[in-house]
């Protein structure tokens, strides 16, 4: 594994797309896309995630482009069912994660009163004959999902501040099993240290280091200090010590980069080009 130490996020990304750049491989995917290639993983620890800059200059994206990054981690995005929907989004994932849940269904010969009390005995669990279940995928942005993110992490970390349980996750094997884009955040997982400090780990299966991994560091850090704010609010109410932002580590197992169809961008990190970006 490599490591890359830097104080912020664009110093970050800046460092990665440098080390890919000097030692990655040229290979190919199996969508037929040509990527240079770490070999082995990266993990990424970056000291002060809430200070600037938290782009690199030598990126194409600029204030603007990213701020639509910022809350992604911890907003729902609506699904439509029209065909238009992206496959997932992180928000959904972590805030809506998808479920399968059995819905009751009295009777269909039964009517009137005898179908009302056949839903009445069901609330005690006593099924009567002829009555079925079917069962229906609740979340994913159509909401009735986990929120990972308040059950698992916030109210775990303000009931128990030394857990080490306080996790999400975006991997449904029930979708992702043979989808051709599951996603590529795996896990994020925080902890409170000693000096009450909130620190945050996240895993990428896979990440393209030149031209997403900039936005996902935003996004991340993003999340980290919605998480920190959340907790701190109940933290003052039972006049506990105010938590401060910790370290960020982002852990990825197949840190690559599109070498040719983001040449433009890749240039820029070589060529130290600090001009304006396209997306500003």
């Known amino acids: ?17 440098e080390l890919i750049d000097e030692f990655g491989e040229i290979t190919g995917t199996e969508d037929l896309e040509v990527t240079s290639d770490l070999f082995e993983p990266v993990c990424i620890h970056i000291n002060y995630p809430h200070h600037d800059p938290k782009i690199s200059p030598y990126s194409l994206f600029r204030e603007g482009f990213v701020k639509q990054y910022k809350d992604a981690l911890y907003t729902l995005t609506s699904r439509r069912d029209d065909g238009t929907d992206a496959t997932y989004t992180y928000g959904n994932r972590l805030c809506d994660y998808p479920t399968r849940k059995e819905r009751f269904h009295a009777n269909g010969k039964r009517r009137g009163l005898r179908r009302l009390a056949d839903y009445l005995l ?10 079925n279940f079917n069962a229906e995928m609740f ?19 303000i009931a128990s501040p ?3 349980r306080a996790e999400a996750i975006t991997w449904v094997p029930e979708l992702d099993v043979d989808s051709s884009e599951p996603p590529c955040l795996q896990l994020v997982w925080f902890r409170i240290m000693p000096d ?10 896979s990440n393209d280091m030149l031209s997403a991994s900039g936005q996902n560091l935003i996004a991340l850090g993003a999340l980290q200090e919605f998480v920190l704010n959340e907790i701190n609010v109940v933290y003052q109410q039972l006049d506990r010590p105010l938590l401060k932002m910790g370290y960020l580590e982002c852990i990825s197992l197949s840190p690559h980069m599109y070498f040719k169809r983001d040449a433009l961008e890749l ?14």
């Open 162 to 164: 030394t857990t080490r």
């Open 267 to 280: 240039k820029r990190f070589q060529n130290k080009d600090s001009s304006k970006g396209l997306f500003a």
């Open 139 to 157: 979340g994913d942005g159509r909401g009735g999902g986990i929120n990972q993110i308040q059950e698992s992490v916030i109210n775990r970390l």
């Open 1 to 17: 594994m490599r490591l890359i130490t830097a104080d912020t996020l664009g110093e970050a990304h800046t460092k990665v797309v």
């Open 196 to 205: 009450h400090r909130l620190c945050m780990v996240a895993v990428f299966r």
């Open 122 to 131: 069901a609330k005690f669990d006593y099924y009567p004959n002829g009555c």
